[in-house]
């Protein structure tokens, strides 16, 4: 710790507006096991041995550049390939939003491709990231027509795995474009005004995409802190009229006309506006960026856009006479530019992957990451300088001690993320490499699945505060808002499932024996178990932990596997594995990444 | 400012306690927060209020529509590609009972002859035996507002008109000039608790997951699922206990974790108080609903038929949990109709008349009929403008109040008109949203008062209400 903390030195000597561009490429380490398993815990699905291995061979920085250089894993080949298999047994080759989500767990856990001849991903940080954008950026299947659209989910995902490195503002404009977002949010064939018909713009992305994706409500410090006004109310970023002229400039935008030429479906254009489109799941205009039909995009009105200090348009007025296309770069330009973007997406990706309260300084360092990526070239929105802001800050590496509340740092771990790290640390998989779909599925045990929000405002919120001492003290807790009664029981038994019924070798269960169903290799650790069960806790101590489980658990769970004895069927070894990972997963220690 | 005794109660185990303490354990916090529960409620009968939340933003101007010939006019004038067929509202159409005793509530205020959305014969057919009402043009407001006075800014509005998630938080809050507010359920839930036999049995229960307008400050909601109560198959009661788990090792291993010494960190208490929570609880649930005999009412299988079925259950076995008096919150979503607007209404309404009436049909069969009353409401009514085959978010919008308590068979409010913002309609925003006429805090308090909240604690929960033409919108009498 000694050695760590004086590479940390310049931070108390330079003011924190100097960091970026000095201290980032001075972090070193990890010095120890314990805290390459905590850097991977919040970079990836989960640490493994190997990766802690590796991280502590090549340290943090290298780390980042091989996952940075590392080829992008999509959705959509698995999706192909599943198509293209025999339909024996029946449904084989079903593509429905569960094929999807198979193809996420393959990526997530990087197992074995069967549709790209095994191949495992090496994403695993862009994954991670990928999945939360989601969370911010969110289309669902909870919705009347995505639900049966796997191929623009898949491409979906696709994309947000694509631009997880690339500049926040290409983010934008393909989360702007994307069919499955303009069916989402209803921007798809809106159109300008038609008073004969009553007809005004649809607001729908309009307000979401300020709301949601960029600016938030209320105008925001550097440090992410709501500015106030003389009678210390928030002051809010925009009113009705930009949300109206956001509107005005989102119209005239249909399907991607490409492929539509074969007969198969109608293609776009003016006299067939509201009636044209895709009519297979995997046609083409599926991904393919919107693109506009001149007639009813509104052409003609003066729109006002946000206006902020230093904003390039006058007043932040868009004058009339563009096309769909001008209309929109400007638009997401005027976006772009707003000082808010940096704070909001900070906040929102640090709570994603390090904690639920970052100090003002922490979302201060990112947002000027993201103001300027430090290089010659400054760029804005540099995602990539972001994310690497993110898990090298202090805070990040450094964790309770470094900041002025300890007792408050941390986030609870996102339910899902306990599965992906439970298979991960235990190398499961599947007999064919497949991943078999639950009953019931698995946003209704785990409150969340990825692409499945019940609504464009995710699984929790950003700003939620769990009644009691959370909210008591001002505190946020964004998954707290899916720690339900209802799953605080359904978690720990769908992980009991997991880890009591789905072994390697195991006949235990109905689904023990699938050829789908995704197994632990418990049988691992299983010498270590009977031989040393202090040994075995100290391994998922680190594995699961980061090594920071209080001597109080350790003592628990020894006394726990020491009192499993019977070996009379030579599984004991497995038993106390079994037993270990339960308990260890649904603990209040494991549960908050720390 | 006054600190309620409430407040100070909290504020003092706080400081006593220095928040650490607090939770220690389940039982500690159960015994403070009995204790810290206002104790000047008793109740000897039982009540029940049912929000059913259409998540969203409804669009009763679809819901409720006029057939007389001239008004309906005006409506397909508005609605052009989105209006309803005249002869099938006629053909669903309400016969409101006349104004009796000086009391609010009759025929609607227009003048005018309405009919349900023709998806909701079953609703239709509630309202017309007395079992149903109308609140017309409920919105979230700040102060009574004008088209002249929102125009011309000489009266806030309520902050971010049109969010969805704003306007839910000031729906479910009741108070869009506190952003840190809890809901008002939630509050109810606060003063009333201490009436229940059993106070530590959570009055607030939502079969649709974690929501605001249950956030109390004291009283925890308590999700269920409609499926049922599970418990833990580790514990050795639950669905694959016969795998594995089960012995006194086990379970004294698991409860040490949950229950044993009080976390360092915060968010570890917090996750340790309610997984710990959730086991009490359903260990009380399970034996309950274990006993109780079968439902006669066939529900229908939907997402609001299932959360209100279980609803009935729970009504079954509320003397077993202690309860006098619950607040219960059932949801659907899929109203926010921008585009696709008819058949996605015909859908979502279809599921909302059918899940209502056979819940009202439980109650009584149950006996409770004018002991729960069952209340809608959404994040706003739609624009009364279109959008391309659909609407967008609007402001006020028309609900429904259902139970044998209500006196049904009328409107209460003020319709709004219908007419297009060209042609000068007095409700409009001036860009197709209806001002609302009826504030929710209105709307709030008349249910809180059924329920039995006393005035100061209805003046404490409603601050704002005073500021209203009426405290009481008369529904039950």
């Known amino acids: ?594 | 400012m006054p600190i309620s005794r409430r407040e100070f109660l909290r504020r003092s185990m706080y400081a006593t306690l220095g928040g650490v303490g607090l939770y220690s354990g389940f039982g500690n916090l159960r015994l403070l927060q009995a204790a810290a529960l206002q104790s000047n409620y008793a109740f000897s009968d039982y009540k029940a209020l049912v929000c059913v939340y259409l998540y969203g933003g409804n669009d009763g101007f679809n819901t409720i529509v006029p057939y007389d010939s001239a008004t309906y006019a005006t409506y397909a004038g508005s609605r052009a590609g989105l209006a309803l067929a005249q002869a099938d509202i006629q053909a669903n159409n309400l016969t409101p009972a006349a104004f009796v005793g000086g009391l609010p509530g009759g025929p609607p205020s227009d003048g005018a002859a309405y009919g349900l959305h023709p998806a909701m014969p079953e609703l239709r057919g509630l309202f017309n035996a007395g079992h149903a009402a109308v609140v017309a043009n409920v919105g979230s407001l700040l102060y009574p507002i004008t088209q002249q006075q929102f125009q011309q800014g000489q009266v806030p509005p309520p902050p971010q008109l049109f969010s969805h998630d704003d306007q839910t938080a000031q729906w479910q809050t009741s108070r869009p000039d506190d952003a840190n507010a809890n809901g008002w359920g939630g509050r109810i839930a606060d003063v009333l608790s201490s009436g229940n036999a059993n106070p530590q049995f959570s009055m607030s229960m939502t079969l649709s997951g974690t929501n605001l307008f249950q956030r109390g400050a004291m009283v925890n909601q308590y999700a269920i699922d409609p499926g049922g109560v599970q418990a833990m198959s580790y514990l050795g009661n639950g669905l694959e206990s016969w795998v594995a788990g089960g012995t006194t090792d086990d379970t004294n291993a698991y409860n040490a974790l949950i229950r044993g010494p009080t976390p360092s960190n915060a968010l570890e208490r917090a996750f340790a108080a309610s997984s710990s929570s959730a086991i009490d609880y359903y260990t009380v649930l399970i034996d309950a609903l274990s006993q109780a005999p079968a439902l006669t009412t066939t529900f229908p299988d939907t997402e609001l038929g299932n959360q209100l079925k279980m609803v009935a259950q729970l009504l079954q076995v509320r003397a077993k949990l202690g309860a006098n008096r619950q607040i219960f919150f059932v949801s659907a979503g899929g109203y926010d109709t921008h585009t696709d607007q008819l058949a996605q209404q015909q859908a979502n309404l279809t599921q909302l008349s059918q899940a209502l009436s056979a819940f009202y049909n439980a109650t009584v069969a149950l006996g409770l009929d004018q002991k729960v009353t069952a209340f809608t409401a959404s994040d706003f009514g739609r624009s009364l403008s279109v959008n391309s085959g659909g609407t967008d978010h609007g402001w006020g919008g028309h609900h429904f109040v259902v139970g044998g308590a209500v006196r049904g068979q009328r409107f209460y409010g003020a319709m709004p008109s219908l007419l297009t913002t060209a042609a000068g309609n007095p409700n409009d925003t001036g860009y197709g949203q209806i001002i609302p006429t009826t504030a929710v805090d209105q709307y709030g308090a008349t249910l809180a008062s059924w329920l039995g909240v006393n005035g100061s604690d209805i003046a404490s929960i409603f601050p704002n209400l005073g500021r209203f033409n009426s405290s009481n919108l008369r529904i039950f009498g």
């Open chain 1, 1 to 594: 710790m000694k050695a760590f903390t004086s590479n940390w030195l310049c931070i108390s000597v330079l003011a924190l507006v100097l960091w970026p561009t000095l201290c980032l490429a001075q972090v070193a380490g990890p010095y120890s096991d314990a805290e390459a398993a905590r850097f991977l815990a919040q970079a990836t699905f989960g640490p493994t041995a190997t990766d802690i291995v590796h991280l502590r061979q090549v340290g943090y920085q290298a780390w980042l550049n091989e996952q940075l250089a590392a080829p992008v894993s999509t959705q959509k080949p698995y999706l192909d390939w599943v198509a293209g298999l025999p339909n024996v047994p029946d449904g084989n080759n079903t593509v429905n939003d569960d094929t999807r989500m198979e193809a996420w767990w393959i990526n997530a856990l990087g197992t074995p491709d069967p549709s790209r001849g095994k191949r495992v991903a090496t994403d695993q940080l862009r994954q991670r990231v990928a999945f939360a954008l989601s969370e911010i950026f969110v289309v669902s299947n909870a919705n009347g027509t995505l639900a049966y659209e796997p191929y623009a989910l898949a491409s979906w995902h696709d994309m947000l795995a694509t631009d997880a490195f690339g500049n926040y503002r290409s983010l934008l404009e393909d989360v702007t474009k994307h069919p499955a977002m303009a069916t989402y949010l209803s921007m798809l064939a809106n159109q300008k005004a038609d008073p004969t018909q009553n007809i005004h713009p649809d607001e729908n992305y309009a307000r979401e995409v300020m709301q949601l994706f960029s600016v938030g409500l209320v105008q925001l410090n550097p440090d992410g802190t709501p500015k106030l006004d003389a009678s210390n109310q928030p002051i809010p970023t925009y009113d009705q009229t930009v949300v109206r002229g956001m509107a005005a400039v989102f119209t005239g935008w249909n399907w991607n006309n490409t492929s539509c030429v074969t007969g198969s479906w109608t293609c776009c254009a003016a006299d067939t506006y509201t009636n044209c489109g895709p009519s297979n799941t995997n046609d083409p205009a599926w991904w393919n960026p919107l693109q506009p039909v001149a007639d009813f995009h509104d052409s003609t009105s003066d729109k006002q856009l946000l206006n902020y200090p230093g904003v390039a348009l006058s007043n932040g007025i868009l004058a009339h006479g563009g096309d769909a296309r001008s209309e929109m770069t400007a638009t997401l330009d005027n976006i772009f530019n707003h000082p808010n973007v940096g704070p909001f997406i900070a906040r929102r990706l640090i709570q994603r992957l390090v904690t639920s309260n970052p100090t003002p300084g922490y979302v201060r360092h990112i947002a000027q990451v993201f103001a300027d990526d430090g290089s010659s070239a400054h760029v804005r929105g540099n995602l990539q300088a972001v994310v690497q802001a993110i898990l090298l800050d202090p805070e990040a590496v450094i964790g309770a001690s470094y900041v002025p509340n300890p007792d408050a740092y941390g986030k609870l771990r996102e339910p899902l993320l306990k599965l992906t790290h439970l298979w991960r640390a235990m190398a499961a998989g599947s007999q064919n490499g497949r991943v078999d779909t639950p009953y019931p599925e698995w946003e209704s045990s785990y409150g969340q699945a990825p692409l499945r929000s019940p609504s464009v405002f995710n699984f929790f919120k950003p700003d939620f505060q769990q009644p009691g001492e959370l909210r008591q003290r001002g505190l946020y807790g964004p998954e707290f808002q899916i720690h339900t009664a209802t799953t605080a029981v359904a978690i720990p038994n769908d992980i009991f499932h997991r880890i009591f019924c789905d072994y390697t070798t195991s006949t235990r269960c109905y689904t023990s024996s699938g050829p789908n169903t995704m197994s632990i290799n418990a049988d691992r650790d299983a010498a270590l178990a009977l031989n040393n069960p202090a040994g075995l806790v100290d391994l998922y101590n680190l594995l699961f932990m980061s090594g920071q489980m209080s001597s109080f658990m350790h003592s628990t769970l020894l006394t726990r596997l020491n009192a499993l004895t019977d070996n009379s069927a030579g599984d004991l070894g497995r038993q106390r594995v079994q037993h270990a990972l339960y308990l260890i997963i649904n603990s209040p220690e494991y549960s908050v990444q720390k």
